[in-house]
């Protein structure tokens, strides 16, 4: 695994794959990542996060899950971040040192959602502990507060982080909030940190703030157009790159009012992709046969600056 290089671009949120009923489905790990780099031009993966319903598997299936990726991925993927974080402190370690064990190109650990923490001192004090056990590869705070409910400002959280853990690398970005996120890249410009954001719709506005790259699940199957869009930015081409993420917000916008959710992600990706997804594990429920309808036909009528 090319680890060395600098994580950048786009990272695709994986979704994990599982039979009808309800186990996960490793071998269709690697047709998955054959099609996410022919097909979608994404060499860079982000495992058992919130679209990979990390939370919900048990440790032995994310540890499966993670050794899949490693294997299937050799020479094939740039990065492997995989995502270590749970509940159980011990747990959560248990992890961090399998990822290390098996060469993962960085850990990410999201803030613990049931006893939470209260302030800064309290959150890095926990990944700190998490940070310790894989001393030797990157690690990244996964920044959610939409769903963690902990809302401590990452502009805040980094000052002194890298005191506290060395191998600290950057954030996974999944917040609205411009502001703290562009502040973060202004106060650590000469840190060399990694910055991805995680709202797909809203990642051309993180672009011009400066974000790194971006890590999301549109990724898995707009991740050809949204490439598109990071080209265009790059020339710069801004009209065109606006294109690109109105047509993208286009489609979420409108796959949001019908309910978008985990589950509707892997309806859309079995149905992009034709590689079968599965249902999502409870208490998800699996896509309606409606929206998925309504899902083909509102990409089918979108017409990309591209011709597709």
């Not at 090319?2 to 269709?28: E, F, Y």
């Not at 840190?191 to 890590?215: I, P, S, T």
Request: glycine share 8%; net charge negative.
């Amino acid at each position: 695994m090319a680890s060395k290089k600098k994580l950048q671009g786009l990272v695709a949120a994986t979704v994990t794959p599982m039979t009808p009923d309800g186990q996960i489905n490793l071998p269709v790990i690697c047709q998955y990542v054959d099609y996410l780099v022919n097909m979608q031009n994404v060499k860079n993966v982000f495992v058992n996060g919130t679209t990979g319903e990390g939370l919900s598997l048990s440790i032995q299936e994310r540890k499966q899950l993670a050794e899949e990726w490693m294997c299937q991925g050799k020479d094939k993927l740039d990065h492997v971040i995989i995502h270590v974080g749970a509940l159980s402190l011990p747990e959560s370690q248990e992890l961090a040192r399998h990822a290390a064990a098996i060469g993962a190109g960085g850990i990410a650990v999201i803030a613990p959602f049931f006893f939470k923490p209260t302030n800064k001192d309290e959150l890095v004090a926990f990944l700190q502990k998490i940070a310790s056990e894989a001393p030797d590869i990157p690690f990244y705070y996964y920044h959610i507060p939409p769903l963690t409910g902990v809302k401590i400002r990452v502009e805040e959280l980094l000052d002194g982080i890298k005191d506290r853990i060395p191998t600290f690398q950057g954030v996974k970005f999944s917040d609205t909030d411009l502001l703290d996120f562009a502040q973060c890249i202004h106060k650590n410009e000469t840190e060399q940190l990694e910055f991805l954001y995680g709202v797909d719709e809203q990642l051309l506005g993180a672009l011009a703030v400066g974000a790194n790259g971006a890590v999301g699940s549109t990724y898995n199957y707009l991740g050809r157009q949204t490439n598109l869009m990071l080209q265009a930015f790059a020339k710069p081409d801004l009209a065109l790159a606006q294109k690109y993420q109105f047509l993208t917000g286009e489609f979420l916008n409108f796959v949001i009012k019908l309910g978008f959710g985990v589950a509707q992600t892997k309806a859309v990706m079995t149905l992009v992709s034709g590689i079968p997804m599965g249902p999502p594990r409870l208490p998800l429920l699996d896509a309606s046969e409606e929206f998925i309808a309504k899902a083909k036909a509102k990409l089918d009528s979108i017409v990309w600056p591209d011709g597709d």
